[in-house]
């Protein structure tokens, strides 16, 4: 059935109404990779956009793809609203993942490198040395490469070597007799982790500022050395993506924190999902590797360049050129703050809102070092989602420890790719005599939350920070992201009730103005959508903002669309995986989404109900997504001040529905369309926020 068929009374659950979410994911990628392709955004930055396509990528592969792959080795063909089986999904993905790699690398090929060349920044192929060079780039490998490379020749006695996820390898053909007597074959050379993926030539070598090598290519060069009295017939560089899943089992282990350890090192070692490998290598090498993981054809990937792109990260970083650059801006400090001694005692006259990166993160920070160091905070609690190896709150949560406060941390061990850093900080708070708990078993603590609890007058008063981000210095200068702070003594009471919840045991309290998932948060959503809707039934204006960073929970999808047929005009801001099909007739006319991409990373989750005028605004650390509503611990607060309500109105939804320079529009048909200005001046809504908020601007 056609979605024009579809009739205005039946339930929205036919699957024409639903857009498939990881092809959605890879929908988000591309227009990633667009801002690689995009003549207006300065040039390194191109670069940067290529190379974060890329890991968007890998990730993807690791942990969405992995999922669906084993789903189909296990039998499954439980369909998701779209009622496409995994299978089908899977051989979707692999369509439209060979065509996205296949441009990243044409991107790269025809675009990026002739475009850097013209500014004196090299790539310089093997084939381009000059005799300095060729001389230089020897005793680099001597010297650097060849104490540290194992080839390893592939018999009986040497079997094929374990693969590390994403890691750079050659797979070399050999003829001749070596010493022992045994003929040439295959062997594989892998290139330690260690070593820097791209090596710049040395001015004595006759190279221009800005010329660099590949490791790859200092490896082919010199593959020969490798293999002493042989003959290189071919050699071939090759990458494994992994399934890089954690399992661990939580109601049976022990103790968490050591049962994620302990796992940590086999998402090196999981199951093949993906190989790369050099596009001229022959076809039965390339068969040869598939064979060898265990994978179909469609699992190949054949690459004109470098197997990881990522390694082009690195560029941006060692060149120095400001002309190639975003213009560098220093974020503003809120002139409610720029005075102020007493984080507690501005707070205590009215509540504070910050909108990073475009204002500063040190309040945050300065937030939690001024109630270590403030006598009168007796106690300070956070959430620990993402936080990085190296972290300026991580370390005033020790010193109020060490101080004698009474400090408890939430840390989230599974927050996926940190899992690491975050052992690593929650024995660290431990060891400085902090309460370190690792939220609730089967739940992620996905919340962003502080509570400073204060003696003021013989009384106790609790100070709260909320945010839609994580308490990372590094994400703030690059994700959009809000941060409320407040002394409202309901939200106060409502965050150490969630305390309790996190760090003991006990039924939930009803909560008086924070959502919480996975208890009220869906529930008072679906509320408030369905108010609008009987409003607009009742012949009331309705009207639905919000923006997300993904939105997938079917009852969600299934109310806007109700709401919509009602008449409700709804407006979504979504910035990568939206599982709702807008614009279709007798269904969602009255739903537009659209996607911002831009220099910054779209993090803000913002949901808006006009509620008969007396507008409703919350922040979230939630998206609209199953995981959020029933697997996580997530926060919404409402922001009840009026001029900071209509702050975030203005900024994170009436500016990013003007966009019209970095926005693109969901179509019917499930694409994305990039609206131009057209005969309109050019809006950005980043670049508007960044004049805006960083050059002074009233708080």
Request: hydrophobic share 40%; net charge neutral.
């Amino acid at each position: 059935m056609s979605t024009a068929e579809l009739k205005p009374l039946e339930p929205f659950r036919q699957p024409e109404l639903y857009l498939n979410r990881e092809l959605s994911m890879l929908a988000f990628n591309r227009r990633v990779l667009e801002q690689a392709k995009d003549g207006t955004v300065p040039l390194l930055e191109r670069l940067r956009f290529l190379c974060i396509s890329s890991t968007n990528l890998d990730e993807f592969f690791e942990i969405r793809v992995a999922r669906l792959q084993q789903e189909v080795v296990s039998g499954s063909v439980q369909a998701g609203p779209d009622n496409m089986s995994p299978a089908e999904v899977l051989r979707r993905i692999s369509e439209e993942a060979h065509r996205l790699v296949e441009e990243q690398y044409r991107v790269l090929n025809e675009v990026l490198i002739p475009l850097l060349e013209r500014e004196q920044i090299r790539f310089v192929r093997r084939t381009e040395w000059n005799p300095e060079q060729e001389t230089w780039v020897r005793s680099y490998f001597e010297q650097e490469l060849l104490p540290v490379l194992s080839p390893l020749a592939l018999d009986p006695a040497h079997p094929f070597p374990q693969i590390l996820n994403k890691s750079l390898n050659f797979i070399v053909s050999l003829k001749g007799r070596d010493a022992f007597g045994r003929r040439g074959g295959i062997a594989v050379v892998q290139a330690p982790r260690a070593l820097p993926r791209l090596i710049q030539l040395a001015p004595e070598a006759g190279s221009g500022p800005h010329d660099y090598v590949f490791l790859s290519s200092i490896i082919h060069t010199h593959v020969n050395d490798l293999f002493p009295g042989m003959d290189v017939t071919g050699c071939y560089q090759f990458r494994v993506t992994r399934n890089s899943e954690l399992f661990v089992d939580e109601e049976e282990v022990g103790d968490l924190l050591r049962a994620v350890e302990g796992e940590l090192p086999s998402r090196r070692y999981g199951d093949a999902v993906r190989v790369e490998v050099a596009d001229n290598a022959p076809a039965d090498v390339a068969a040869y590797l598939m064979n060898r993981f265990e994978l179909s054809a469609d699992d190949v990937y054949t690459v004109n360049g470098p197997v990881n792109l990522n390694r082009l990260m690195a560029i941006p970083d060692l060149v120095d050129r400001p002309d190639l650059k975003f213009p560098a801006f220093v974020p503003r400090l809120p002139q409610r703050l720029a005075g102020s001694k007493s984080l507690f005692a501005t707070i205590a006259q009215g509540d504070v809102l910050l909108h990073h990166p475009f204002e500063s993160f040190a309040p945050v920070v300065d937030f939690v070092r001024q109630a270590a160091a403030d006598p009168q905070v007796l106690a300070i609690k956070q959430t620990l989602y993402r936080t990085g190896a190296k972290s300026a709150i991580v370390d005033a949560l020790v010193e109020a420890a060490r101080a004698g406060k009474e400090v408890t941390v939430v840390v989230e061990l599974r927050a996926r790719f940190d899992e690491e850093a975050n052992i690593s900080l929650a024995s660290r708070l431990q060891e400085a005599g902090a309460h370190v708990v690792y939220g609730v078993v089967g739940f992620k603590t996905h919340a962003k939350i502080i509570l400073a609890v204060r003696r003021e007058n013989g009384r106790l008063r609790h100070y709260v920070h909320l945010g839609t981000g994580n308490y990372h210095d590094r994400t703030a200068r690059l994700y959009t992201d809000y941060g409320l702070f407040t002394r409202d003594p309901a939200i106060g009471e409502d965050v150490h009730k969630l305390f309790l919840q996190l760090t003991s045991i006990g039924r939930v309290s009803k909560l008086k103005k924070l959502l919480q998932a996975p208890f009220s948060l869906q529930k008072e959503l679906l509320a408030k959508i369905e108010r609008e809707a009987e409003h607009a039934r009742q012949g009331r204006p309705a009207r639905i903002m919000a923006k997300l960073n993904a939105l997938v929970d079917p009852p969600i999808i299934q109310a806007l669309y109700a709401a919509s047929q009602a008449g409700v005009r709804i407006d979504l801001i979504v910035r990568g995986i939206c599982c709702l099909r807008p614009g279709v007739p007798g269904v969602s006319e009255r739903i537009q989404v659209r996607s911002i991409v831009g220099r910054f990373l779209e993090h803000t989750r913002v949901y808006w109900f006009h509620n008969q005028g007396q507008e409703e605004v919350y922040c979230a650390s939630a998206d609209w997504m199953e995981r959020n509503f029933y697997r996580r611990v997530e926060l919404a607060f409402p922001i009840e001040d009026k001029l900071l309500r209509a702050r975030v109105v203005k900024e994170a939804l009436s500016n990013y529905l003007a966009d019209n320079a970095q926005a693109w529009v969901l179509e019917p048909d499930g694409t994305y369309r990039r609206l131009s200005p057209g005969g309109q001046p050019a809006f950005s809504a980043q670049e508007t926020l960044l004049k805006s908020l960083t050059e002074g601007a009233a708080s």
